[in-house]
């Protein structure tokens, strides 16, 4: 790939980052990630976490179906061996994903005993090692997603200290969840609410290293919330739980307010007709409504006939044969 292009490729998905939808395991799966592309025709959604041993040991390469229409997709990798890393990296990006993502941010036991995750925070030379192999091996972006620290690190030493290691080796982009993560004692789900949110860390990273792409992750609510990040010369903003509980209220002003552009869809009941032939396709396929269907329940909330949308689906999308019958159905409660 030629240079031009490359650094073209590199511009546009930092520019789709200004906005994007963080990588959440059993949640931002394709069918997710083509829903909220529904929503967003422009903001940078992230795969699930999928293991490197998983995609080079295990060959699991179904880990990596997408739909084209998902694209600007990021797939985002656990591990912490260089040569693995990278070898997963060459079979994302060849897979067509515009963008490799270190986690370095996921506090689970099950990702602690593997060394990747959060964990990670602790040895910012290995992290500097497996980008720079994946670097190596890819010719699409290489960024990682991090925490401020683990358990009694100092943010303000330790965070100066990866970012500088880490950009070293290339790394100009970084989406930093802004809060510690705690390795002993919390839940991954208390990991995200426990530790205190620090934005101000991250403001202060932007003033140090006013050169790199610096997205701020952790407790935005809200479009106007993320619009203030924005403003306040962060680069980018991750949205997590509030994109996925309410797509419509979060992501639908995305495309006009963060990047100048015409919204596809004027109401979210557009936006679910346009899913229609999609779970159409899906479930002709032998697949199960339901498995699209979950992450469609929260786009009516806060609206009249929103409870009613959700039970007409938890009810029915189960049931053998559910399909775009039932979708239609739960719609009309809403008329
Ligand atoms: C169900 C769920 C799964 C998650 N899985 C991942 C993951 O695979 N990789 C990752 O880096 N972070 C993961 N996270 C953390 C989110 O990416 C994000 O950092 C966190 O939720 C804070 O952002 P928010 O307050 O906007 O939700 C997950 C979060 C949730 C709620």
């Known amino acids: 790939m030629g240079k031009l ?3 073209t490729i590199k511009s546009d998905i930092n520019h789709s980052a200004r906005l994007s939808v963080a990588p959440m ?7 997710c990630r083509y829903f909220h592309r529904l929503i967003s025709q422009h903001a940078l959604l992230y795969t699930e976490m999928v293991t490197s041993p998983a995609l080079v040991r295990g060959r699991a390469l179904h880990l990596l179906d997408y739909n084209p229409e ?3 997709v990021a797939l985002q990798l656990g591990g912490s061996d260089p040569v693995e890393l990278a070898e997963a990296a060459k079979i994302g990006a060849d897979a067509g994903y515009c963008e490799i993502n270190l986690n370095v941010g996921c506090p689970s036991d099950r990702v602690q005993s593997g060394t990747f995750g959060a964990v990670l925070m602790r040895d910012a030379p290995l992290v500097a090692e497996c980008c720079a192999a994946m670097i190596a091996a890819v010719s699409v972006p290489v960024t990682v997603k991090c925490r401020i620290g683990v358990d009694d690190q100092e943010p303000q030493d330790v965070l100066p200290d990866f970012l500088q290691r880490v950009s070293d080796v290339g790394v100009s982009r970084f989406a930093v969840h802004a809060r510690k993560a705690w390795l002993k004692g919390l839940s991954p789900k208390e990991n995200r609410d426990i530790p205190p949110l620090d934005y101000a860390i991250v403001q202060a990273m932007k003033q140090q290293f006013p050169e790199l792409h610096l997205s701020l992750n952790g407790g935005v609510a809200t479009l106007d919330d993320a619009l203030q990040h924005l403003e306040a010369g962060l680069d980018g903003v991750m949205i997590g739980r509030a994109a996925y509980h309410q797509p419509w209220e979060v992501l639908h002003g995305v495309d006009a307010r963060v990047f ?3 919204a596809a869809h004027k ?10 032939p999609y779970i159409d396709a899906h479930v002709t396929s032998g697949g199960k409504l339901g498995q699209i269907s979950k992450h469609m329940l929260g786009v009516f909330t806060g609206r009249p006939g ?3 949308w959700r039970r007409v689906l938890s009810e029915g999308a189960h049931k053998p ?9 739960a719609l009309s409660e809403l008329d």
């Open 267 to 276: 109401t979210p009941q557009e936006v679910v007709r346009a899913m229609l």
């Open 25 to 31: 395991m059993d949640w931002t799966d394709r069918h």
């Open 321 to 329: 044969m559910a399909g775009t019958a039932l979708v239609e159905a």
């Open 260 to 262: 100048g552009a015409e």
């Open 70 to 72: 998902e694209q600007p």
């Open 306 to 308: 929103a409870r009613a």
């Open 5 to 7: 292009v490359k650094s």
